[in-house]
């Protein structure tokens, strides 16, 4: 995937200028007022955001100092002021024409559709928040969410910020050990989770997961577990511990005091991948998050009242909680949520719910489109063509870089050359997008995520710090703090400042990505920089599958790399020794099979490898180095012109070169 992108920047001339109609009426519109509004963050970087934050944020007490730096890089943003992030996204719209409005359209896997409008919206977050107090949830607890795509979901979410409980959500698609480390990591007092969810026509069970992950150890904090009964499917009961959700919300008042907090008090903790075995806790704050989640969408997406937003994430990545729970509702967007997959029932499924519920806005990932051109290529009849698609005037990608090819199918087949193609850059510790054109400002250049956000300082530079010219690539780096900025790693201060503040840069935000700059200024990004890979759009750590291989009793060692792949971006590889003699034939497909379903176990199914190839070693340099440079020449099938002279073992590269 990389590959082809830095192939992309070299060769890709194309330039789609913005579209007239979307200038004109764009809540960011032209070039000159995006440069004018640059220089002015430039130039008083603490008027611009406290004029930002004054505007757009709802204070309970205002605060007085824009940015305190004197703890850098833990900055803290208008530190002494306070407010309450759900009254920002429900209450504030209450006395004003978005309360009876639509806030949530949710269709579910079978194509039920649910309406919820701002007004209810709070009620029902009212009516949990109280539910949650009863279970005596307080300012400072942290609570773990295990839920299925569902209005409860962002209740759930949206009741804790109230009483100004710390959620961790996690992906349903996660294993019950991966949620005990995030349950024990946290110290959670409490988790909501559902009997089970309902995705591409079946019904898989969530609660085990639960039950097994409590079962694990280290999770004596939690009191409760509250369970909303989506499937009604049977689960095993815990008396004392266990509560149905609708049991905890009978008779709650639809009437709930916020509890304000301070800026900076953590809103949240997800955990995302890095280059170690063990995922890190991304902790963001409660005002500087908002702030920069409403910004953009308002920026990017040019939210406006009649505006339909889509975006296809779940809320358990960061995409789905800026760009579902917390800025299109501070925004007073009307959203479509979904509960089920793009492929059921057919794989025309976004393009039918674009038409049926007149979707303006769309968000989805590079994954998803690839998939989809697919599936329209050998199933004609679920071809975008088919479909209305007017109401669409954005259309967005994330999570991935999105190969031109891919961008401009995207850009004529869904878009119809009419729509602005926002290929937003960004991650988890930034809280919101850093890198992407405006739909009223910016050509679009297939492949490319543009220039940076007013606010945002970002650069290429060399492994010392030093800024690089157009055209070289390096890392990709912010200079100056901005408000959606990670705070912390939970509870690993150290290991926040050595990721993402290294001495040898300067003090400055290393993303660790790859990147470069090209001659008008857009960046390029060409992929990650560390051993962290990119599946499906879905960070994984490949020391992370490594440890979970080796934990399996068999396993003696491992190595773990990416190869490209045309569909999911990278495919993860994983070479493996066993405590025995190396598998052939049916015994090696039987065994590959048994580590696959070990790592579902152990991380989740998305990290299960693509291909598991078996060796009597593993390539290593004469200090015992593991060699991954040829690794991954092996995985993608190429064959080794690299010197191998430094190999204590060259000829192992031929038993790794066969898979099973
Ligand atoms: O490598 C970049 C890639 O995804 C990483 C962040 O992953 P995560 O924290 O899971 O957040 C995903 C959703 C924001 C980045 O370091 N990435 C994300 N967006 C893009 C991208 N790579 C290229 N182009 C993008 N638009």
Redesign the pocket.
């Known amino acids: 995937m990389s590959n082809g992108?830095i192939q992309s920047v070299l060769t890709e001339k194309r330039v789609f200028p913005p579209f007239p109609g979307l200038v004109e009426n764009a809540n960011l519109s032209g070039m000159q007022a995006y440069e004018a509004l640059c220089e002015q963050a430039r130039r008083d970087p603490d008027a611009f955001w406290g004029q930002q934050a004054r505007e757009l944020l709802v204070w309970s007490k205002p605060f007085t100092q824009v940015l305190d730096a004197s703890q850098a890089p833990t900055y803290r943003w208008f530190p002494d002021g306070e407010l309450n992030l759900s009254v920002n996204c429900l209450d504030k719209h209450l006395g004003t024409p978005t309360a009876d409005k639509t806030a949530i359209v949710f269709e579910a896997d079978d194509g039920q559709v649910t309406r919820v409008s701002y007004r209810e919206l709070h009620a029902r977050v009212c009516v949990f928040a109280n539910g949650l107090a009863s279970l005596g949830c307080k300012k400072g607890d942290r609570v773990i969410i295990y839920l299925p795509m569902s209005i409860e979901a962002i209740v759930a979410m949206q009741a804790c910020v109230r009483l100004g409980v710390t959620h961790s959500v996690v992906f349903g698609g996660f294993s019950s050990k991966s949620l005990n480390e995030r349950i024990v990591d946290v110290g959670a007092s409490l988790v909501i989770t559902a009997d089970g969810q309902c995705r591409g026509g079946r019904k898989l069970p969530l609660k085990p997961a639960v039950d097994d992950a409590l079962a694990m150890g280290g999770c004596d904090a939690v009191r409760k577990v509250v369970v909303y009964q989506r499937t009604g499917g049977e689960v095993a009961w815990n008396e004392g511990r266990d509560v149905w959700l609708h049991d905890l919300l009978a008779g709650q008042s639809d009437q709930c005091e916020p509890v304000p907090v301070e800026a900076e008090h953590p809103s949240f903790i997800l955990y995302?991948?890095g280059s170690t075995g063990k995922p890190k806790g991304?902790q963001h704050a409660s005002a500087g998050f908002l702030l920069w989640a409403l910004m953009t969408t308002r920026w990017t997406f040019d939210i406006k009242p009649d505006d339909v937003f889509w975006c296809t994430?779940d809320v358990g990545?960061?995409?789905g909680h800026?760009y579902i729970v917390y800025g299109p509702l501070a925004a007073g967007a009307t959203q479509v949520v979904f509960e089920g997959v793009p492929t059921y029932p057919n794989a025309g499924r976004f393009w039918e719910m674009i038409q049926r519920h007149h979707v303006s806005v769309f968000y989805t990932?590079?994954t998803a489109i690839r998939s989809l051109i697919k599936a329209a290529e050998s199933t004609p009849d679920v071809h975008p063509r088919h479909y209305t698609l007017d109401s669409l005037r954005i259309i967005g990608?994330?999570?991935?870089?999105?190969n031109p090819e891919a961008w401009m199918w995207y850009y004529t087949q869904v878009g119809r050359e009419r729509c602005a193609v926002v290929?937003?850059?960004?991650?988890?510790?930034?809280g919101g997008?850093m890198?992407?054109p405006l739909p009223g400002v910016t050509p679009m250049k297939p492949g490319s995520?543009a220039m940076p956000l007013p606010g945002i300082e970002a650069a290429v530079v060399d492994e010392h710090g030093k800024e690089l010219e157009a055209g070289h690539g390096g890392l990709?780096v912010i200079k100056r703090p901005w408000p959606g900025m990670i705070r912390n790693v939970w509870g690993d201060p150290e290991r926040f400042r050595k990721s993402y503040f290294p001495e040898e840069l300067g003090g400055v935000y290393l993303?660790?990505?790859s990147a470069q700059k090209d001659a008008d200024g857009y960046f390029w990004?060409m992929?990650?920089v560390d051993d962290?890979l990119?599946v499906s759009?879905?960070?994984l750590g490949t020391m992370e599958v490594e440890s979970a291989l080796v934990a399996h009793p068999l396993v003696a060692e491992a190595a773990v790399v990416g190869r490209p792949d045309d569909t999911t971006g990278e495919a993860v590889v994983a070479f493996v020794v066993l405590k025995r003699d190396v598998p052939e034939g049916a015994e090696a497909v039987e065994l590959g099979k048994q580590l696959r379903d070990w790592i579902a176990k152990e991380i989740g199914p998305i990290a299960k490898p693509r291909d598991i190839r078996f060796g009597e070693n593993l390539p290593k340099t004469r200090s015992g180095k593991i060699m991954r440079r040829l690794l991954r020449t092996v995985a993608k099938g190429e064959s080794v012109t690299q010197d191998v002279s430094t190999l204590e073992n060259p000829a192992i590269l031929d038993q790794l070169s066969k898979s099973v």
């Open positions: 992108v995302t991948s991304v994430a990545w960061i995409t800026s990932a590079p990608s994330v999570g991935e870089p999105i290929d937003t850059w960004w991650q988890t510790e930034t997008h890198l992407t995520c990709l993303a660790g990505d990004i992929g990650r962290v990119n759009g879905h960070r």
